[in-house]
């Protein structure tokens, strides 16, 4: 099987830290393709970035979509993700949505801890859109700034597993989840020094496009992921234009 890994930012530090996560979750035979955003922000941390990012992953996808069994988006808010799931016919895994289905699956409730305050409200509001409100134990976001992002793990590790302890012991979490794609890998270094089981995005969301593919699910001809009809576009780019319409590239 061959799954797409989409990073709709601009760091390919951030895009190696998730490949290197992703190739030790694989499943021998699995083969792996990364892209990194080629315009947008490095980081994306509010929902204005979120809507630049959804619409460069949806570019992404049109562009590389028929050469894969499964896509992921990379980003742990989900950009673009419902968008991806109505355009085009494979399985489309979000990254956030598959660690917290997964972490639904180890424990009653689970805790969010991640690196920017700025990155609380768009999180939150990912949470909803997956109707994982009652199943959230709490967000917890660190205050301050740091060095770079794509060493902010490195940087923050004590911090953040302080988090994640006062997540369990404070909001009775049964599971935590180190989010943001730059947290991508922090899960296996620091799971021995957190008291419930600790989710890897990255990890999560391979092992559910793994899942998916070999489900061997229809695309839908009905309800609210079925392919829109199609409609005539004004200054996308072709691929994009072309799923849209209904046209061959």
Same mark, same amino acid.
């Given at each position: ?56 992953? *949806? ?21 673009? *993700? ?15 949505? $598959? ?73 009775? $979490? ?36 793994? $899942? *998916?593919? $070999? ?35």
């Amino acid at each position: 099987m061959r799954i797409l890994v989409l990073n709709p930012n601009t760091s390919e530090d951030i895009t190696a830290r998730l490949m290197s996560v992703a190739e030790q979750a694989a499943a021998p035979g699995t083969e792996l393709h990364a892209l990194t955003a080629s315009r947008g922000v490095p980081y994306i941390a509010t929902r204005a970035e979120a809507q630049i990012g959804g619409a460069i992953a *949806l570019e992404m996808l049109a562009e590389h979509h028929a050469d894969y069994d499964a896509a992921i988006i990379a980003a742990f808010g989900d950009p673009g *993700l419902m968008g991806a799931r109505e355009l085009f016919d494979l399985p489309v895994v979000g990254m956030a949505e $598959a660690a917290m289905l997964s972490a639904c699956m180890l424990g009653r409730r689970f805790a969010i801890v991640t690196f920017a305050r700025a990155l609380g409200p768009w999180y939150e509001e990912c949470v909803d859109m997956h109707g994982l409100r009652g199943r959230l134990a709490g967000i917890r976001m660190l205050n301050g700034a740091f060095t770079s992002v794509s060493d902010v793990q490195e940087e923050k590790e004590a911090l953040l597993i302080e988090l994640a302890n006062r997540a369990v012991e404070e909001d009775e $979490a049964d599971a935590v989840i180190l989010a943001g794609a730059p947290l991508a890998g922090l899960a296996a270094r620091v799971r021995d020094r957190i008291p419930v089981p600790v989710v890897d995005q990255m990890a999560a969301a391979i092992k559910q496009a793994e $899942a *998916l593919v $070999a489900l061997q699910p229809r695309k839908a001809t009905a309800g609210t992921f079925r392919r829109p009809d199609a409609k005539s576009t004004i200054g996308l780019p072709n691929a994009l234009a072309a799923r849209i319409e209904h046209r061959r590239t």
